[in-house]
């Protein structure tokens, strides 16, 4: 870092902290020097914005850079470019920035000044990196096609990372692409956001505890909500708070066990691609409450129907989120939450006769228990079915 001294005080340069740069042009009715423009941008906005933006303050700690002025007469007019480098957050730059645009004199002239933009100097030096990257892939290494994809990958993971914004009123952990999405991933904390970006999500926002934000729930009304949570109790916390104030459409679970924040790119695809649209789960908008113990299982008797069975069973997982695999006497062969029905039929080699589950029949369960074998589906009610085999009976909560 390099310092000068303008004006009796020590003046910072720009460096390596410098997180923006201001542009902004000058016009004077008269004939001014730089002096006249750096004197009447310390002398207007003293006081204007209190002792945490004052710009003397700001310059001896560092926060803002050496500023500078370019500036020629012509036609008794002057004309002009400021620059100020600043290391301050973005709300308080564009602050700065729009305080210079009330200069109105400088020196005996009128003058005005207006903001061009304001440069992110850290996404430059990104652009710069990649630009670089890619010379240095096409000089130094022996095979270019196949090495570059793998650097340009890392460098591009890098930027990922960086992108991380503030949303919202609650200063919420987000991607940059919120706002322009027609959908969002709303998870738990600022590490899970971290991870998405790094694999290319950027559509993801994060709750910050189990008190849902305002921002949350007025994003809910707008955009289509898949909310993507932890493997564990704590996620289990978070999804009942947000089916009571947000409107969610999907929810995506992490392998039991596992937080989002250490998923790998193939395991947070799959948590998506394997997400459950909200009408599955029974309890919209209320708490379940948790069995403390496990219901007693009523075995069926010679004299009771099929259907008087599949109640019991049915009332024993309304509710409760769970679905419940029978065999063929009817006697209980496995229960699982509702959200790895699909997994388990598909990824064990289980013949049966019934299903009965706290969720939606749909087409592809339909079909999936078709294929193992199963007589009876039962669920709340019937989703968006085109057809159903004649080898499988779908039974309602209400037909029972």
């Keep these: ?73 012509k ?43 304001i440069e992110d100097v850290r996404a430059s030096k990104r652009r710069r990196i990649v630009d670089r990257a890619m010379n240095i892939l096409r000089e130094y290494f022996e095979e270019p096609e196949i090495e570059s994809e793998r650097i340009v990958e890392i460098v591009r993971q890098a930027i990922r990372a960086d992108e991380i914004t503030e949303y919202g009123e609650e200063k919420l952990p987000a991607g940059p692409a919120v706002d322009e999405s027609d959908a969002i991933i709303v998870v738990e904390g600022r590490a899970d956001v971290l991870n998405l ?45 947000l089916l009571q104030v947000a409107d969610v459409d999907y929810v995506a679970r992490a392998p039991e066990g596992k937080e989002v924040e250490d998923l790998t790119q193939k395991e947070i695809l799959k948590s998506l691609r394997n997400k459950v649209p909200i009408e599955q789960l029974h309890v919209l908008k209320r708490e379940t409450k948790e069995a403390k113990e496990k219901p007693e299982i009523k075995e069926p008797k010679e004299k009771e129907s099929i259907s008087e069975v599949l109640k019991v069973h049915k009332d024993s997982v309304e509710g409760k989120l769970t679905a419940r695999v029978l065999d063929r006497n009817l006697n209980l062969v496995k229960e699982v939450p509702v959200r790895d029905l699909v997994k388990i039929l598909k990824t064990n080699n289980m013949k049966g006769a ?47």
């Design 197 to 241: 970006l790094k694999h290319g999500i950027k559509n993801v926002i994060a709750v910050e505890g189990t008190n849902i934000p305002k921002t949350i729930v007025e994003l809910s009304k707008k955009k289509t909500v898949t909310a993507f949570l932890d493997g564990d109790r704590g996620g289990d916390l978070i999804l009942k708070e």
């Design 75 to 117: 036609g008794g007019k002057s004309f002009g470019e400021i620059r100020v480098p600043s290391s301050l957050d973005k709300v308080e730059t564009a602050i700065l920035a729009a305080a210079l645009e009330t200069i109105e004199r400088v020196g005996p002239c009128s003058a005005k000044i207006r903001v061009i933009k």
């Design 354 to 400: 019934a299903i009965v589950f706290d969720g939606v029949i749909t087409q592809r369960l339909i079909d999936l228990a078709a294929k193992k074998e199963f007589d009876y589906i039962v669920g709340v009610r019937l989703g968006s079915v085109v057809k159903v085999p004649t080898s499988v009976r779908v039974i309602t909560f209400d037909q029972l």
């Design 1 to 73: 870092m390099s310092s000068e001294l303008e004006g009796g005080m020590i003046t910072m340069k720009a460096n390596d902290t410098t997180k923006y740069l201001i542009h902004a042009e000058i016009i004077a009715d008269g004939v001014v020097e730089r002096p006249d423009v750096v004197g009447a941008i310390f002398g207007q906005t003293e006081g204007l914005l209190g002792g945490d933006l004052d710009l003397r303050e700001l310059q001896k700690t560092g926060r803002i850079g050496r500023i500078e002025v370019k500036i020629e007469s």
